[in-house]
């Protein structure tokens, strides 16, 4: 028999971010850039052929341009200008004419016309000194850019168009493009970028799908429709997987299952340790559809509502009244328990593309979180107009992000105020008592946690931006992901002052980051004192189990030693073999 | 300040860009739809340098900042006509506050 090259049998190894295991065929997302171009020499008799080629491709990107701008909701059309500004660029002399004087004169291909027009604009504006200015490049590039896609006959792919149940591999999948994933048919995701707190990481963890991320290079060695194997639990992925193979993985797949439905009949149980001490478990939501798993697998209410998807949609900003009816839905399914609301964490690695917000050189510190939404007063009073207005129907607490400093704070509470004295004009109700809390994930802020406590009713410690920050790792950066440490000594002690500045003024305090739902990080976090954990959906069952198998002496004992280690690699190694000892059907399983 | 030649059908006038963010991508938009609306051709001139004033990546390699002094020149029939509403749009800093 001859072997088919073409389905040879690869492994690779990535960074695993969602346990469980997958089997199923590859659906590859090319977004990366149109790579290949050749030259060639168009035969005189065709070159008027080709500048009709390329006069066509204009027509369909000009198509294509007017229906994304006819897309635009009404509230963000003043931005629409992005759009018609590449549209005057489409046919701009210097373009347009250039490009076909160019296929006329030098008898060559449209793309390779287009390309050296591009590179002579480039030159051009290299000239410039306005930054701002200069910068348009990147407009006259993202236009020929669809322009050469056209030519190509590569229509662009959208992930909503996904029409069979796959397993997703890309480059990097951006929050734009998760949004529009059509979540029901994806069983996987790969990506060659990320890390383990990456935004695909958070997606798949929200959406319970496994995933492995950081590959590098899967996006080149996996074609579309290849049979994949993928191992969210080791990280590995295997690309046309012998018969043997896959036996193997649907036994895994078996035993893992069983042991995740082991667990989760138990998790509507307390979250009590041998010794009666209790913490409330709660679960992180992106969605509304999420609630009901947080309910399911034992969540006490909801720690962490990220409020970003909304705004996020291809359909544009969500009107007060739509974010009103799922702030309300969202309160009452979870009543009796609360519900912690996020404001807006728009900017970072989740672009404000639709705000047309200028690209930042570094995101992560740039225009986000509170900083925007004070810079933004109409888009953040409508959602707290929206989330006031929910009040009523549930246990509903606001939370602001990345608040760095007091004045911040002042500043976000006095707008909020303004808002209250609008409804209490318009005599609509809402909650006096509704608790207001900050996320404390700037380190500025763990600094001068004793004077913010003063000022808030929780505490609400966000790790995965915290260690970002202190670390200075950039968590989409696979090279340095490995640095990103929940149980590197600095970490752990700015948990601790921040948690002592909290019970100073008598506050709650919770962390809703990654290292919540992180089976080591458990006995460490109730010896901190945390009133809450809140995490995603998934993890809760684990988690409850390991606290009801935790005594607090014996965990005081060990919280002690760990304090007094001096590197990350030492604690980590330190619970990792309590737990292992403790639990060692975890280690086989893939959860630690 | 303001001449006009009849018989080349020319106008000829020096602007001034008022609005704080110079003449940016949206602001060079809004010449070069104006123009649309005109037959005569519009040349806009700064520090010797020329540029097409119906393309919007010409406008914008011009460079020019608040308080930039540029010549306009515009050939046609309806020339004047045209230089009015033109100068009116730089008066008005492209329809931005500031």
């Known amino acids: 028999m001859i072997e088919d090259s073409s389905a040879q049998t690869k492994t690779l190894q990535g960074i695993p971010v969602h346990a469980g295991i997958v089997i199923g065929k590859a659906h590859l997302v090319d977004r990366s850039r149109v790579k290949i171009l050749y030259q060639y020499i168009v035969n005189d008799g065709k070159i008027e052929e080709e500048i009709e080629r390329f006069k066509d491709s204009i027509k369909a990107v000009e198509d294509q341009?007017?229906?994304?701008?006819?897309?635009?909701?009404?509230?963000?059309?003043?931005?629409?200008?992005?759009?018609?500004s590449h549209l005057m660029m489409l046919k701009d002399s210097m373009f347009r004419d250039a490009t076909i004087k160019k296929i006329r004169n030098e008898k060559i291909n449209a793309e390779w016309a287009v390309k050296k027009s591009l590179e002579e604009i480039r030159e051009v504006f290299g000239q410039i000194e306005d930054d701002y200015i200069r910068d348009r490049i990147s407009d006259v590039e993202n236009v020929t850019e669809r322009i050469l896609r056209t030519l190509s006959g590569d229509t662009q792919q959208s992930l909503a168009e996904i029409n069979q149940r796959v397993i997703i591999v890309a480059h990097d999948l951006s929050p734009a493009d998760t949004t529009e994933l059509n979540i029901g048919k994806v069983k996987g995701f790969i990506t060659d970028m990320g890390g383990k707190t990456s935004h695909t990481a958070i997606i798949a963890q929200a959406l319970e799908i496994p995933a492995v991320v950081g590959l590098k290079s899967a996006t080149q060695l996996v074609q579309d429709g290849d049979f994949l194997i993928v191992d969210g639990t080791t990280g590995n992925v295997i690309i046309n997987p012998d018969d043997q193979a896959i036996l193997h993985a649907q036994e895994n797949q078996l035993k893992f299952e069983k042991y995740q439905s082991s667990i989760v009949r138990l998790s509507h149980l307390p979250a009590e340790t041998l010794d009666g001490f209790k913490i409330a478990v709660s679960g992180n939501i992106e969605f509304l559809e999420e609630v009901a798993a947080v309910k399911g697998n034992g969540g006490e209410g909801i720690g962490l509502y990220r409020t970003e998807f909304l705004y996020l949609r291809n359909k544009g900003f969500p009107s007060e009244e739509e974010l009103?009816?799922?702030?309300?839905?969202?309160?009452?399914?979870?009543?009796?328990?609360?519900?912690?609301?996020?404001?807006?964490?728009l900017g970072g690695d989740k672009f404000a593309s639709k705000l047309d917000i200028s690209k930042e050189l570094n995101p992560a510190l740039g225009l986000r979180g509170i900083r925007f939404c004070l810079k933004e007063p109409e888009i953040f009073k409508s959602q707290l107009r929206s989330i006031l207005r929910a009040s009523i129907y549930g246990k509903i607490e606001l939370m602001f992000p990345m608040v760095s400093g007091l004045q911040e704070l002042l500043d976000a509470k006095e707008i909020l105020n303004d808002v209250k004295n609008d409804l209490d004009f318009r005599s609509i109700e809402y909650d006096r008592d509704m608790k207001i809390g900050i996320m404390i994930e700037v380190p500025a802020a763990v600094a001068v946690a004793d004077v913010l406590a003063r000022h808030v009713d929780f505490f609400s410690i966000g790790t995965n931006d915290l260690i970002q920050y202190s670390l200075a790792i950039d968590r989409v950066n696979e090279h340095v992901a490995y640095m990103y440490q929940p149980f590197h000594p600095a970490i752990l002690r700015m948990l601790k002052f921040t948690v002592n500045a909290a019970k100073t003024e008598d506050i709650p305090v919770s962390l809703c980051g990654e290292m919540a739902g992180d089976p080591l990080c458990i006995a460490i976090l109730l010896c901190l004192g945390f009133d809450s954990l809140s995490m995603n959906a998934r993890a809760i069952p684990l988690v409850k189990k390991i606290i009801r198998a935790t005594s607090m002496p014996q965990a005081r004992m060990d919280f002690e030693n760990v304090m007094s280690l001096n590197t990350a690699r030492e604690v980590r190694s330190y619970v990792l073999e309590h737990i292992r000892s403790q639990f060692p059907e975890l280690e086989e399983r893939g959860y630690i | 300040m303001h001449s006009i030649n009849l018989s080349f059908m020319e106008a000829i006038r020096k602007l001034t860009i008022r609005n704080s963010l110079g003449l940016h991508a949206r602001a060079a938009g809004k010449i070069v739809e104006l123009g649309k609306q005109y037959k005569s051709h519009l040349i806009l001139k700064k520090n010797g340098q020329e540029v097409d004033g119906s393309s919007i990546l010409s406008i914008l390699t011009l460079s020019c900042p608040k308080g930039t002094e540029m010549q306009a020149r515009i050939t046609g029939e309806d020339s004047e006509d045209f230089m009015e509403t033109l100068s009116r749009l730089f008066e008005q800093r492209f329809g931005e506050e500031r």
């Open chain 1, 324 to 345: 009103f009816e799922d702030y309300r839905e969202v309160a009452e399914i979870i009543n009796p328990f609360p519900v912690r609301i996020r404001t807006l964490d």
């Open chain 1, 65 to 84: 341009l007017i229906a994304l701008k006819n897309g635009m909701p009404e509230r963000v059309k003043d931005h629409s200008f992005i759009f018609d």
